[in-house]
């Protein structure tokens, strides 16, 4: 297949702005229905797209691929779910008090659709953050329709799950235009600029992330530009937690920065730990030989990295695995006088089977090269009962979206609480890009005002037709 045309571009948006017409003013149950029936699709085609995309990524058929598979459906079940339930419309009622300083007319308020969604597939999960990953799903689940620029990574498996979904689509009642797939780079920039598009969802490098976001700011009309682009995801391991199981914490930590050849957006990076660690002695006996990775781009961005990385002094190789088909595993040393005096080379995500080690001998040293962190998606704590680590997470609570406890990153649950973002540079906003709170990127608050009731949407409506959480007056429930 060859790159989409730019003349097709503009038909496939277009197209996607008729649909719109029809999402706009299309039921949540009706959606919902849509989702499951695409789920569905995919499910009855589970081993022929993991057929493919193993071959096209080199990952494991079993259990990676069958279990982000797995991930992919549930996540267009949940938004299902979240849509019918109803409380993602945030509907709000203020009935009218005159005697209020200003005086309050008749105000209701709801979220409403964006419009059609430019939605860059991910190379690192051909599934989950894929053609029909949760920016899709969330998307479709609130009635934009979503064109996909699929990565070069696996077209094949990216064409497949397509056609599927499409298919099912259409024998689910959806209209014409509501989902489409294109490839190409100055296809996907096509795309960005495309006036119909109103929002663009997007996963991929720092690099690549910042110049789409760029191009939708530079617009005639900015649009929405959501962007997961790169994490260190730091873990701290407190000397009371070194102590007392450093072993089974690098047996831990080496099969969470290995796990996908490291090429998980929430691999820990940088790792804090006390010098003299007791993790840091048994690390070297957990490398693994790792597969390829999963494109020339990627292998060459790792390659860079490590030779940035290693090239600082007072930056010391403390452990390497073997080479396979992929670069080997390594593991770098150093301690916080050097991270500060050249933060810049060494806080900078590496893509692939790496992590970094900071000594710490104290706790101020500790809090120092904390200053020191950019923003991530996770930050982890390993500790003690009776260390006292409060100050600790409130530092961490402000560089990650997502702070875990005596656990690995590697591994987001697609839930109602899930938050999956964080600053610059995890995102460029703080909305999260899973869970059921995904969807609020794709909407926009409009209020209506002394409106008559024949037009006021469902969810405003006296007496609550669609049974959802409001609030009304200042009180939340199914009012």
């Known amino acids: 297949m060859t790159d989409t045309t730019i003349d097709e571009v503009d038909r496939i948006a277009r197209a996607a702005k008729d649909a719109f017409a029809v999402t706009v003013r299309t039921d949540d149950p009706t959606r919902a229905e849509w989702l ?37 459906t549930a996540q267009l079940r949940l938004f299902a779910k979240v849509v019918e339930e109803g409380s993602y419309l945030e509907a709000i009622i203020d009935h009218p008090d005159p005697s209020a300083t200003p005086p309050i007319p008749d105000l209701r308020r709801v979220l409403r659709p964006l419009g059609p969604v430019a939605v860059f597939a991910a190379s690192n999960f ?40 499409a298919r099912a689509l259409a024998e689910a009642g959806a209209p014409e235009g509501v989902f489409a797939l294109i490839e190409g780079f100055e296809a996907g920039l096509a795309l960005v600029d495309h006036p119909v598009i109103r929002a663009v969802g ?19 009309e900015p649009i929405p530009f959501y962007g997961e682009l790169g994490s260190l995801n730091p873990v701290v391991v407190t000397p009371g937690a070194d102590a007392a199981r450093g072993a089974s914490l690098a047996e831990g930590l080496a099969g969470s920065f290995q ?44 390659a860079a990295g490590i030779e940035r990385v290693s090239g600082v002094p007072g930056v010391e190789v403390v452990a390497t695995g073997e080479a396979g088909d992929g670069p080997a595993p390594l593991v770098a040393a150093t301690d916080v ?12 995500e590496v893509f692939g ?34 260390e006292d680590v409060t100050a600790l997470v409130t530092r961490l609570e402000e560089v990650a979206g997502r ?23 995890a995102t460029n906003t703080q909305f999260t890009s899973v869970g059921a709170t995904a969807v609020r990127r794709f909407q926009r608050p409009v ?10 949407p469902p969810a405003l409506q006296e007496g609550n037709p669609l049974g959802i959480p409001r609030r009304v007056d200042g009180v939340l429930g199914i009012l």
Not at 37 to 57: N, W
Not at 202 to 220: I, K
Not at 290 to 297: C, E, G, M, Q, V
Not at 375 to 380: C, S
């Open 36 to 72: 499951r029936r695409a789920a569905d699709a995919v499910d009855a085609d589970a081993e022929g797209l993991i057929e493919v995309a193993a071959r096209e990524t080199a990952l494991p058929a079993n259990p990676r691929l069958a279990g982000e598979l797995a991930r992919t």
């Open 126 to 165: 051909p599934f989950a953050f894929s053609v029909v990953g949760g920016d899709t799903a969330s998307a479709l689940a609130v009635g934009c329709p979503v064109v996909v620029k699929a990565h070069p990574g696996h077209p094949e498996t990216s064409r497949r799950m397509a056609e599927g979904v």
């Open 202 to 220: 997007f996963t991929g490098s720092v690099r690549g992330g910042r110049a789409l976001l760029d191009r939708a700011a530079a617009r005639p």
């Open 259 to 302: 796990l996908g050849a490291g090429q998980f957006c929430t691999k820990p990076g940088v790792v804090f730990l006390p010098a003299g660690s007791a993790l840091e002695a048994a690390l070297p006996g957990h490398l693994i030989t790792p597969p390829r990775l999963l494109t020339p781009a990627i292998t060459d961005g790792f």
């Open 337 to 348: 006088a050097t991270l500060l005096e050249h933060s810049h080379q060494l806080l900078e």
């Open 353 to 386: 089977p790496f992590t970094l080690l900071v000594r710490y001998s104290s706790a101020e040293e500790l809090e120092s090269a904390l200053d020191a962190l950019p923003g991530g998606l996770t930050a982890t704590v390993h500790h003690e009962a009776g």
């Open 403 to 425: 702070v875990l406890f005596s656990g690995w990153p590697t591994g987001v649950a697609v839930s109602w609480g899930q938050h999956h973002g964080g600053p610059w540079p």
């Open 447 to 456: 209020a209506y005002q002394d409106a008559p009731a024949d037009l006021l």
